[in-house]
């Protein structure tokens, strides 16, 4: 398998740390064909802590310690400028996203088939498991709402592959949690997009840190980018 960078990132996950870790080394690939790359933004437990511990231990580990507004696209792109591989995966570190889903969501980039592959929830074969009703209802309305505009059931996956070059396309002023949709409506008509089936598994150490606000966030930027598209596609038609 050829070589991938794992962007994870992280706010008070230190009960996750070990647990991550342990699965994603336990899997059938090579330690050599990836690299992980924690984004820490100054989480107030011992997560960093228990990632240098793990630096010891495996060399392809590295830990980025944001000191600027904790933000998680701002996280992922930190993460990616510092990726040494062309195909990046963006994962959360709550043992959430299924890590022995990693070969079938970067294969089909390394097959150069596909430039963007979504880890979806959302899919025949896709799940998410043991998420209170309300969660379930708010993620399935945000792929919802996404949908028309971006051509995929699950942009709002936290868990997707992309080539690295695209990253340099997000906004500027994107901001909040919905990194993927930012990818996918910044390069509209422009990705090979694939989706995978993954079965999304509900945290079970720590808690959950999306608020009202990134939900806000969302939506303010959804009604923007959906809006410039739609202003957009209306020129194109007065041409
Ligand atoms: N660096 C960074 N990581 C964050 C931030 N907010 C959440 N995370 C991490 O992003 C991942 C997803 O967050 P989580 O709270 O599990 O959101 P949920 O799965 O939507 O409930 C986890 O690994 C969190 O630790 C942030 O502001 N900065
Ligand atoms: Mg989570």
């Given at each position: 398998m ?8 992280t ?15 336990a ?37 980025i ?46 097959d ?28 399935r ?7 028309p ?22 906004s ?22 694939a ?45």
């Amino acid at each position: 398998m050829s070589e991938f960078s794992i962007v994870i990132p992280t706010l008070n996950e230190a009960e996750n740390i070990d647990f991550l870790l342990t699965r994603l080394f336990a899997l059938n690939l090579s330690p050599h064909s990836f690299e992980v790359i924690f984004v820490d933004d100054g989480s107030n437990d011992d997560t960093p802590e228990k990632i240098r511990a793990w630096q010891n231990h495996a060399k392809k580990i590295s830990l980025i310690e944001r000191k600027d507004r904790p933000d998680l696209i701002a996280s992922v792109l930190a993460g990616a400028a510092r990726a040494n591989n062309h195909v990046i995966v963006v994962m959360d570190a709550d043992l959430s996203h299924p890590a022995e889903r990693l070969s079938a969501i970067v294969s089909p980039i390394f097959d150069d088939k596909f430039d963007v592959v979504i880890g979806s929830r959302y899919i025949h074969g896709g799940s998410t498991e043991n998420w209170p009703l309300h969660r379930k209802l708010l993620s399935r309305m945000g792929s919802w709402l996404a949908r028309p505009f971006c051509d995929v059931n699950d942009a709002t996956s936290g868990f997707f592959a992309f080539r690295r070059e695209f990253a340099q396309t997000i906004s500027q002023k994107a901001h909040g949690y919905k990194i993927l949709f930012e990818l996918l409506m910044a390069n509209k008509g422009k990705l090979r997009v694939a989706e995978v089936p993954i079965c999304f598994s509900n945290r079970i150490h720590g808690t959950s840190k999306l608020s009202f606000t990134h939900q806000r966030t969302y939506l303010q930027r959804l009604v923007t980018l959906t809006g410039s598209a739609a202003i957009g596609l209306k020129k194109r038609r007065d041409k």
